[in-house]
């Protein structure tokens, strides 16, 4: 069974610090990855998506790598700012099933 | 752009009784799919359609049913509410394939916060 940890569950940083957070899954055979940003009582927001055949995705700010055969993935966010403060969740599409499997997330407050 | 669309967005419920769910996809988006979110947890798969069809099954209580219709539009049956049945409910699409590549992006709507009394 597919298992997803985050870490650190919450972090607190300043306004500007380039941070990463952290998620590892325990099955490889992945089909995909989505980083997700939850704002509080909200809906999910798709961040970035990476294939299993792709080491990484970029999106403004924000970049996602991925090692499948290590089981990890990281999201770093650069220069920081208030409005990035939400729960960013890691989910994992398995090979032969799209439904994804969540992580518990990583609460992050970004101090002004 | 258009998004995927929920309703109703709120919803009061008292035990025993029964909730309908809806759920409108992303226009050309084939599959959809119902998760679960309880207080403080992280989302929970229940079931996804795939043209229609029941493409697989989560943990979902055999009190809920779900199906898709012909205009892709999906609905979530809940019979015999619990009080543990309160949750944000999400209903998300995806296109399996568009212009021939491998996609499944899965694109989330706004939730139902379904509250059982």
């Known amino acids: 069974k597919q298992e997803v940890t985050q870490i650190p569950a919450a972090l607190s940083v300043p306004e500007g610090e380039n941070l990463v957070l952290n998620c590892s899954f325990t099955?490889?055979?992945?089909?995909?990855l989505q980083w997700f940003r939850q704002d509080p009582g909200k809906g999910l927001t798709s961040l970035l998506l990476?294939?299993?055949?792709?080491r990484e995705q970029t999106s403004g700010r924000l970049n996602a790598s991925l090692d499948k055969s290590s089981g990890r993935s990281t999201l770093y966010i650069a220069a920081s700012q208030p409005g990035d403060s939400a729960t960013y969740l890691c989910a994992v599409a398995q090979g032969g099933s799209e439904k994804l499997v969540f992580g518990k997330g990583t609460k992050l407050t970004v101090n002004p | 752009a258009a998004g995927v669309i929920q309703s109703p967005r709120h919803l009061i419920k008292e035990k025993r009784e029964t909730a309908t769910l809806k759920c409108y996809p992303i226009p050309r988006h084939d599959t959809v799919y119902w998760y679960q979110q309880g207080p403080g947890q992280d989302p929970q798969f229940l079931i996804s359609f795939y043209e229609k069809m029941q493409s697989d099954k989560g943990s979902i209580p055999d009190r809920f049913s779900a199906q898709q219709f012909s205009d892709y539009h999906s609905e979530l049956n809940m019979s015999s509410l619990e009080l543990g049945d309160s949750a944000l409910y999400f209903c998300?699409?995806?296109?399996?394939?568009?212009?021939?590549?491998?996609?499944?992006?899965?694109?989330f709507g706004p939730g139902t916060r379904l509250t059982v009394l």
């Open positions: 099955d490889s055979a992945i089909y995909n």
């Open positions: 990476i294939q299993s055949s792709q």
């Open positions: 998300a699409s995806s296109a399996l394939t568009m212009d021939s590549v491998s996609y499944n992006e899965q694109f």
